[in-house]
């Protein structure tokens, strides 16, 4: 990427910051209930989805916790169409964090990862598209520090944005579906509340992945490691 070339990235994404904050306070300018903010998304007709996954690819940049917006998401958009969004969202996000990484502010990212991290980024290329869908998959480290460091690998762009879209589908529409349950539960509805208990289920199963691959991880180090039997 040429100087030229930086230069008007980063300008795309200011532009993006100062629409993404303009958009918020009209959303939320004098309203106080989460009808009243669905009925201004509403207004917005074939826009609304459009703002939304704009809002969330520039928060997934700052760093906002792309859950938030999952929920967010269910709640206004519903299951299906919340989902799309959502996972749309998320992935656009991914994508502006991975090469601003990459071609913008490679030295910055090192410094803010820490060395544990990056401990664990210098073994990503002998996995590539793999290391990618695991981390997707299990929370192993934080979300938006692993868009940010894998701009730093040598992986290549179309790989990450596939297993990326690919492999956040499950968490994206377990999030979306418990905004929607919420919302309805607020309304006095239940009717699928157990669906929501039953992407709670699959999140709690994605936090305690990680340790049980750290446990699987360390028996199999022992096994090799151990003398072989007389």
């Known amino acids: 990427m040429t100087p030229h070339h930086r230069r008007l990235f980063l300008a795309l994404i200011v532009v993006l910051i100062v629409a993404a904050a303009v958009f918020l306070y009209w959303l939320f300018d004098g309203v106080a209930s989460i009808d009243a903010i669905q009925a201004r998304v509403a207004a917005l007709g ?7 996954i704009l809002l969330y690819g520039i928060a997934t940049i700052a760093g906002v916790p792309g859950g938030i917006f999952d929920v967010a998401g269910g709640a206004l958009f519903g299951p299906v169409s919340g989902s799309l969004i959502n996972l749309a969202g998320g992935t656009i996000g991914a994508a502006l964090a991975f090469l601003v990484a990459r071609y913008l502010a490679a030295e910055w990212v090192r410094q803010r990862a820490g060395p544990r991290v990056q401990k664990v980024m210098r073994n990503v290329e002998q996995d590539g ?4 869908a695991f981390v997707r998959l299990v929370p192993v480290l934080p979300y938006t520090i692993v868009n940010y460091m894998l701009g730093l690998t040598r992986i290549p762009f179309w790989h990450y944005l596939l297993a990326t879209l690919i492999f956040m589908a499950p968490s994206t529409v377990a999030y979306t579906w418990i905004g929607h349950a919420g919302r309805q539960a607020l309304s006095g509805e239940s009717n699928n509340i157990r669906y929501a208990l039953a992407m709670l289920a699959v999140i709690a199963l994605l936090i305690f992945a990680p340790q049980f691959y750290k446990r699987w991880r360390k028996n199999d180090a022992m096994s090799d490691d151990a003398p072989p039997a007389a």
């Open 129 to 132: 598209w793999q290391f990618v």
């Open 46 to 52: 074939d826009w609304a989805p459009v703002g939304f």
